[in-house]
């Protein structure tokens, strides 16, 4: 009998300049905790949270990236297995909203297709410092046909409802793609062979998320592999 106690397994990413505030995001949704002093991720770190999604129950495995050039290679390859990724600048930094479309190159080179991405602009509680406007960072979601919010990971304003959007698209969109290819199925001819009858050109489903039969040993998998990454990333910055 399985031991899983959730419906749903999710993968988001963030990246982002560093400094922009991706680690507290993540500490604050997932663990309620904010931290003043900035501390660089080295590599790679996951946050692990779970929640309900219009009556399912969803596990999101949070992934937080360093910002820093030289861990750009560690961390591309989780672009991949991720379905959805938030594109992260500080509204208190031109430089940091500026780097928006070099990340947005990377998720469109390196994710899948049907990756969801969302822009999302941090600090909002530092509003007298802020360098660039909410309407800016509105015009550059829709120019992509993206998401895009502002929040505030110190005092939580808006935290919620990207993450709650991102996963419910995500699984909005697998249902969809499940729906459709069930049709599919459906009216897939058949070939007689004998007296057996069978279906040709059968739809592989294992990439959907709300069928992954891999998503227990994806769980037990991913510390292991995250501490390899640890080394790999200390090994970077000797």
């Not at 991720?41 to 949270?49: A, L, Q, S, V, Y």
């Not at 820093?68 to 940091?96: H, N, P, W």
């Not at 990340?103 to 530092?126: A, C, P």
Request: net charge negative; aromatic share 8%; charged share 25%.
């Amino acid at each position: 009998m399985s031991g899983k106690r959730y419906d749903v397994l999710l993968r988001l990413l963030l990246v982002g300049d560093t400094g922009v505030g991706k680690t507290c995001l993540i500490c604050q949704y997932a663990n309620n905790e904010f931290y003043d002093t900035h501390i660089s991720t080295i590599g790679i770190d996951f946050k692990m949270k779970t929640v309900n999604i219009n009556g399912s129950i969803v596990k999101v495995q949070i992934w937080d990236t360093a910002g820093q050039e030289r861990f750009e290679s560690i961390t591309k390859q989780f672009y991949r297995r991720a379905q959805g990724v938030m594109l992260v600048y500080d509204i208190c930094s031109r430089s940091t909203f500026d780097s928006l479309p070099k990340w947005l190159s990377y998720v469109r080179q390196f994710s899948k297709e049907d990756t969801i991405i969302t822009i999302l602009g941090n600090k909002h509680d530092m509003e007298d410092r802020r360098q660039v406007e909410y309407l800016e960072g509105q015009q550059y979601a829709a120019k992509n046909n993206l998401k895009f919010f502002e929040t505030s990971a110190k005092d939580r304003e808006n935290l919620q409802k990207p993450f709650h959007d991102m996963c419910d698209a995500i699984i909005s969109m697998q249902e969809a793609k499940s729906s459709s290819e069930t049709l599919s199925d459906s009216s897939t001819p058949t070939v007689a062979v004998g007296n057996i009858v069978v279906q040709s050109n059968q739809t592989d489903r294992t990439q959907l998320i709300g069928d992954s039969s891999d998503s227990e040993d994806e769980e037990q998998k991913v510390e292991l592999k995250f501490n390899s990454l640890q080394k790999w990333a200390c090994c970077g910055i000797l």
